[in-house]
């Protein structure tokens, strides 16, 4: 309904008009360049098993660190907090270890304490947390479970509950991540593969997907970005932990050419299913054995020259471990040194 302006100043209502030349525009601030922003809700969301939680983990030891996120050459936000709640991972036997595998400054990583009132999306504790810590981001871990009364095939519903997510982030200046899960409708568009109303998509300023490659390779892409350039997908690596089998290691290995459409499809295109897999890479366990073999020899070579020698190329110690057992590297220790070198032809 249309009310003249006198009918509404009798009603008490007064309108107000945005003044373009009296307001200043603002850039977008990244928390993630290319793929998060502050102020923004985001959704990250793919097939289960594609390593979605451990990629959140390993974005919580560098935001927590102050440390560049993948593609950047420096950080967006100095040492910051991060809040995590992940109804399927237990905190003790799983959250906390996996982020302490990866490094992360524990003293700033936080979960909120239902007691006995679960969390939901409208929940105001969300909002108090974020605010008493400064925290830079939330993660809802899958989002589905914090739906409470919201249901997630009601346009009015989700958006009411995405709204209140998105007046937090923009109040707070912080990232707002919301995990998710996508259908079983293969071969469709990626923009019809989100769970519930596709409203949800339309009122979300980011949607990241997660896809396999092939083998144990996966990457990250922007299915939707509100603003910014449009990069390309992320590819990483994910592996066992040799000491300890709860444990999931991630590697980041650099861009690719992968679509969102062709991420939920295996890494191939979702016009033909028979194509070959658009990514080919030397992994990083490659990468590292290639470097063993060249830098070692049958005689012995100081471990720490060989680290260091490693590091200075951008591979882990993880990675070098995995090699030098993968390749049968002889360690022969002496005094409180230690010598590598390769096992006789």
Known sequence: MIFSIRVMRRIG???????YEKAKAVKPEWLWSGFMRLGKVCLITGQGGVGKSTLTYKLIKAITRGEPLPGQDKANVPPSFCIVQNSEDEEEE???????????????????????IPITLL??????????LGAKLLVLDPYTTYLGETNMYSPQSMRKALNHLQGIAQKHKCAVVLVGHINKNEGAKSSNRHLGSSDIRHALRSVLVV???????????PEKMSRGRRVKALAFELFGVPEDENLIDLEWIGECDATADELL???KSSRDYDDEPMFSRVSKLEEAEKFL???????????????????????KRETLKRARKSLGVITDPHGNRSWWNLPPS
């Open 293 to 315: 073999r060249n830098t070692l020899s049958e005689t012995p070579i100081d471990k720490e020259d060989v680290v260091a020698a490693a590091e200075a190329q951008g591979i």
């Open 265 to 267: 499809n295996g890494g």
């Open 211 to 221: 896809g396999e490659l092939d083998g144990n390779a996966y990457a990250i892409v």
């Open 123 to 132: 929940d105001p504790r969300l909002e108090i947390a974020v605010e008493e």
């Open 94 to 116: 799983d959250t906390l270890p996996q982020l302490e595998y990866f490094d992360a400054d524990m003293s700033k990583v936080r979960t909120i304490e239902a007691e006995g």
């Open 13 to 19: 209502l007064e309108i107000k008009y945005f003044e």
